[in-house]
């Protein structure tokens, strides 16, 4: 759905995005993580075909970014930074409006409207201007106008910007609701937990360049070593270790717990879980260790730069 | 086509409706078109009745119409407000972007803004004017030609066009209203003469001159809006370092464009102007053209103004003929400071018709070919008519310098159209003032390189040569 090779922007002495390779299929979701100026939005205009690239090449829903650019556009739904609602128009005329342009026939325009604005638990029937909404449900609404046309790509910067935690769930439901409909999703933002938990993909973004790119298990086991592991006790071991697996290793250890860390997790947790238990140790609880993307962000972000992707924790 | 119009109705109309849910905008459209009409109808009963004290029936009869048009104009200016809020207003509160983003075309959404801009103001001008007519019609008892009213009407709408095309060219080339504002003294002050010159034909009673008018303004905004949309650019919309002024990089592109890729001052000559000569043909083949076009209108005007032979008797011209050469040295014409005038003229004539070039997108740079041709035209008939063979006195009295003279002319004719074509011309990842600057550029290689040199030399010959020439003619 989404395909980019050596895509890069120059304005003027500026490189704002430098050589990006992308592939977002339908059902997947991409979230693009990077310092503010880092390339984000420029790469996401770029896939909407508002700029131009000056390098490289992108195709979104199967139309060349450069030579189809209206059927790009026409493919695709997009939450642009600033939401940039028309502050004197109704919630109802400014989707109506939207619809239009899209090319949407009246019947299907009004059904759409209503049931995106109930779905985001905005009022179909409010007449108020725009400019009286509060941020979220402003954000909302631009959200709403994203979706109007039932587009096939979604580029959606900052999504749950601004909203209370009630809303931003309505959000990140409705983003799940899209992905299970085979949508194919960007999500430009820089709430960490909000990108692990919607996305399929991640790619971190510094001064114009993709410096790593997976998914978030396989980022994290990449920055910060084989998946961790917490076996708890329900007793003092009272300096007793327990013998581990040879592709487990003790990483910490406790009174009444431990914590180990392997690179086979599907292998090495039900043997060591069994051993424990034949001999003898009470096992309370067998978990993985959360970790953040946080983590594998700053560790990425603050790594030197080398011109190349990162591959490790360094 | 319809379908793809629709979309630019569907821009045109929301923007129209927005317009009118604010009322800064409304207040001066209605208080224009209700109010002022009454008002020109009380000034023009109030005059009509002062002037007839005085018998002065004619200038009542002129002052009417002339507030007619004033009437019509007054509701437009509102539509140069909304025309540079358009883009540069949309791109301040950032709803240009989710445009930008959708499926309309750079045309569409163009046309919806500027039908936006227009269509509004143009009603309300239609709808004082005819508050006007019937107040009048009232007052005085006064009504208007149905060619007159016709004339009126298309002079208010395409006076609106102009305006609004190009303040929606400002508009989509600065990205703040304050911008936009401070540029809009470039649509102010040409409309303002072009209404005190429409006021005098008026009050002439040349109504005639007005079908002109009308023909070159909708001229001039078929190149308004070509250039908008050759220039319309989604990237600069939302730029945000474009009205910045920055002198360095300007200078930097125009030295770029004016050195080229030449190493040495010979390969700057041969290769790089020659380049520019090459680029100018087909504007260098069109005011070629203009040569016989400028001749016909001078034969055509004073065959139009039906002289009578007598006024140019060949004797008299003849005996005058005597005085000449010694008078004009006496005089001191011929001297070395006489070509230092006629050079520096010269210069000053291409410097002037470049600047009115730019204003019009190349239009009244023709004019420094048609006029001098066009004089010369009329003077050869006037000949003519004394007797002389025209084509004989052309020669005699052009060609001594004029073999010189002429080139410069065409060539400077063709750099200033060129300069015009170039503003309304799409440049890739170019900006209207990137794509001016390397025009102009061209424009300066060509004059320092050809055009100055040429004229020097024919001010040279003007003065050392012609007069000896045109002497020998008429003694002949």
Not at chain 2, 133 to 151: H, M, N
Not at chain 2, 386 to 397: E, H, P, Q, V
Request: hydrophobic letters at 50%; proline letters at 5%; aromatic letters at 10%.
């Amino acid at each position: 759905m989404i395909q980019a090779e050596d895509l890069s922007k120059q304005f003027e002495e500026f490189q704002a995005v430098d050589g990006i390779d992308l592939q977002v299929g339908a059902g997947e979701v991409l979230a693009l993580l990077g310092p503010n100026g880092a390339g984000k939005t420029t790469t996401v205009r770029m896939l909407t075909s508002v700029l131009r690239p000056t390098r490289g090449w992108a195709r979104v829903a199967g139309y060349d970014v450069v030579k189809e650019a209206v059927k790009v556009r026409a493919s695709v739904g997009v939450l642009t930074e600033q939401h940039g609602l028309y502050d004197r128009m109704p919630a109802n005329s400014y989707l109506d409006f939207f619809g239009k342009i899209y090319g949407m026939n009246p019947d299907a325009r009004q059904q759409r409207i209503r049931s995106l604005l109930e779905g985001f638990g905005l009022d179909p029937d409010d007449k108020r201007p725009t400019g009286e909404y509060s941020k979220g449900m402003r954000q909302k609404l631009a959200l709403a106008r994203a979706l109007i046309h039932d587009p096939p790509v979604l580029l959606l910067d900052e999504p749950t910007s601004a909203m209370d935690p009630e809303s931003a769930r309505l959000v990140r439901n409705a983003i799940h609701g899209l992905r299970s409909a085979n949508r194919a999703i960007i999500i430009c933002t820089h709430n960490l937990p909000e990108a692990e938990e919607l996305s399929d993909k991640i790619a971190i973004i510094r001064r114009g360049k993709i410096i790593i790119q997976g998914c978030a298990s396989d980022l994290k086991q990449r920055f910060l070593g084989p998946a961790e592991f917490e076996v708890r006790f329900n007793a003092d071991l009272n300096g007793s270790v327990p013998e581990l697996p040879e592709q487990a290793r003790l990483t910490h250890r406790g009174d009444n717990w431990l914590r180990y860390q392997t690179e086979q997790p599907q292998q090495i947790n039900p043997e060591l879980l069994s051993q424990l238990l034949a001999n003898g140790f009470p096992v309370v609880s067998l978990q993985e260790v959360s970790r953040s993307l946080e983590q594998v962000y700053l560790q990425a972000i603050n790594a030197p730069e080398t011109g190349e992707e990162i591959s490790d924790g360094g | 086509m319809v379908a793809n119009l629709r979309p630019a109705f569907v821009v045109a109309w929301r923007e129209t409706r927005d317009m009118f849910r604010d009322w800064r905008i409304i207040f001066p459209i209605v208080g224009l078109t209700i109010f002022f009409p009454f008002l020109m109808n009380f000034t023009a009963k109030q005059v009509v009745g002062y002037v007839e004290q005085y018998g002065a029936n004619l200038l009542a009869a002129r002052f009417i119409p002339f507030l007619l048009m004033i009437v019509g104009f007054f509701p437009i200016t509102v539509s140069l407000v909304i025309a540079l809020e358009s883009f540069a207003g949309e791109s301040e509160r950032h709803s240009i972007e989710p445009l930008l983003s959708s499926p309309l075309t750079d045309w569409q959404l163009y046309l919806g803004k500027l039908l936006a801009s227009l269509v509004p103001p143009i009603l309300a001008s239609m709808l004082g004017i005819s508050v006007y007519l019937i107040g009048v019609y009232r007052s005085v008892g006064w009504t208007a030609q149905p060619a007159f009213l016709l004339q009126i009407f298309l002079l208010t709408a395409v006076q609106a066009l102009v305006m609004v095309s190009a303040a929606v060219v400002i508009s989509t080339q600065t990205t703040s209203v304050r911008a936009a504002n401070l540029l809009s003294s470039f649509i102010v002050i040409p409309m303002a003469l072009l209404i005190q010159a429409e006021a005098v034909v008026m009050l002439w009673g040349s109504e005639g001159i007005l079908w002109w008018i009308i023909l070159g303004e909708i001229f001039v905004s078929i190149m308004l809006v070509r250039a908008g949309i050759a220039h319309f650019n989604r990237e600069e919309l939302l730029g945000r370092e474009l009205d910045v002024l920055n002198l360095r990089r300007s200078w930097a592109i125009f030295k770029k464009a004016f050195i080229g890729e030449a190493g040495s001052f010979k390969e700057w000559i041969t290769v790089e102007v020659w380049k520019t000569i090459k680029k100018t043909a087909i504007p260098l083949a069109f005011s070629l053209l203009l040569l016989p076009v400028g001749l016909w209108v001078g034969f055509y005007v004073s065959d139009k103004l039906n002289l009578s032979s007598d006024m140019f008797n060949l004797s008299q011209i003849k005996e005058m003929n005597a005085g000449i050469a010694p008078g004009l040295r006496e005089s001191g014409f011929i001297s070395p400071g006489a070509v230092m005038y006629i050079w520096l003229h010269n210069l000053r004539v291409v410097l002037l018709a470049t600047l009115a070039g730019v204003f019009s997108f190349g239009v009244l740079g023709v004019f420094i070919l048609i006029a001098p041709m066009a004089l010369l035209g009329f003077l050869a008939q006037m000949a003519s008519f004394a007797g002389i063979d025209r084509w004989n006195f052309l020669a005699a009295f052009t060609l001594p310098h004029g073999f010189l003279e002429f080139p410069a002319m065409i060539i400077t004719c063709a750099l200033i159209l060129r300069v015009g074509a170039t503003m309304v011309t799409p440049a890739q990842d170019q900006s209207i003032s990137d794509s001016f600057l390397r025009a102009l550029a061209d424009w300066l290689r060509i004059v320092l390189v050809v055009v100055t040199p040429l004229f020097l030399i024919a001010a040279v010959l003007e003065v050392y040569v012609t007069p000896y020439t045109i002497s020998y003619f008429l003694s002949r």
